[in-house]
């Protein structure tokens, strides 16, 4: 039996859907270490018997990144993200796996015992991202008085066909977005601010003043999608907007493949390759690891040193009303160990 812990330094590479928009996230090994929000945890064991070993894998850390995290995003015009003004992002990452192997080869030559090894197993993901981004002063001031601009422009409104026209407009509009990003998020003062100019839209009776009011109406849209990015209360003045993944959670099955070179003198090349997932919509990962392995004696215990690189691929997709969540991403890096044998 081996058991130890081990330290994984990856880059981050890749892009995550928050609210139905899309982020690129990159983090290299040193942001990870100078950016991290509680102490990792890194651990795994193996029980071998026979041609049989069956093994376990945890793996949990969070983070807190400033501005270089995520970027290139632009969920609304007075919402950016990466472009000025400060941006926080709190990551988290839980990756909990085991399985087992059987052994299917073995062969011995003059440069030691080389094996092959067939397994499966399950492999839990647990991610989420929370993006803390500035919104500009100006377009919120802008965005205040937007609602006064669009009732004085519907109150000159007052024909019969151009009113149907615009309500028709309006409720296009409404079926498309509002109803999708708003009334189901369940805001129902927003709600009713949206019936408030449905009525008053009845009373359009000039054609440019209807297309006006349309327009105005077409700009709310801005003040409402805000709102679907939960700004409000303290977060709204201090002009700041929280996007976020919540939890992404799935469980992938996987099938592996292992293969062990001993040299005979207490030093192995071990290669390890893995393939989950169901289909894409459930959400897929794949993981290799690389490792140069010594045994050796610490503390009167016999230990084996890893050193080595490994490499996860993640990707996952989800609707929820608010829009799309979801991540694909790298992340490949050194890792290290020292395990127990017993």
């Known amino acids: ?181 708003i009334i189901r998020a369940g805001d129902k003062g927003r709600e009713r601010r949206v019936a408030q100019l449905e009525k008053r839209l009845k009373r359009v009776d000039d054609r440019g003043q209807a297309l006006a009011a349309l327009q105005a109406v077409e700009k709310f849209r801005l003040e409402l999608l805000r709102h679907a990015l939960r700004i409000d209360g303290k977060q709204f003045n201090d002009q700041f907007a929280f996007v976020g993944t919540d939890n992404l959670d799935w469980v992938d099955p996987t099938i592996a493949l292992r293969l062990q070179h001993d040299f005979g003198n207490g030093h192995s090349v071990t290669a390890t390759g893995d393939f989950g997932g169901y289909n894409v919509e459930e959400g897929l990962s794949s993981q290799i690891v690389l490792t140069y392995d010594i045994e050796g004696t610490l503390w009167g215990f016999d230990t084996t040193t890893s050193l080595g690189y490994k490499a996860l691929w993640l990707s996952y997709e989800d609707q929820t009303p608010r829009g799309d969540v979801g991540i694909s991403a790298w992340l490949h890096g050194p890792i290290a160990e020292v395990a127990l044998r017993w």
């Open 1 to 181: 039996m081996t058991g130890g812990f081990y330290g994984w330094f990856p880059w981050v590479q890749g892009s995550t859907d928050a609210n139905g928009e899309d982020f690129n996230i990159y983090a290299t090994p040193i942001d990870l270490i100078e950016n991290f929000d509680a102490p990792p945890v890194m651990v795994n064991f193996e029980v071998s018997r026979g041609k049989f070993s069956f093994w376990g894998d945890a793996l949990y850390a969070k983070f807190a990144f400033g501005n270089d995290f995520a970027s290139e995003a632009e969920p609304i015009p007075i919402l950016k993200v990466g472009v000025s003004g400060p941006t926080e992002t709190d990551y988290s990452l839980g990756v909990y796996q085991f399985g087992g192997f059987y052994e299917v080869a073995d062969f011995v030559g003059e440069q030691g015992n080389t094996t092959l090894e067939v397994g499966a197993g399950m492999r839990f993901i647990q991610q989420e991202i929370r993006i803390k981004a500035q919104i500009d002063a100006a377009a919120q001031v802008r965005l205040g008085k937007l609602a006064n601009t669009i009732e004085r422009r519907i109150q000159k409104i007052e024909n019969q066909e151009q009113r149907l026209q615009a309500l028709a407009a309006l409720n296009d509009v409404r079926r498309e977005d509002l109803d999708r990003k």
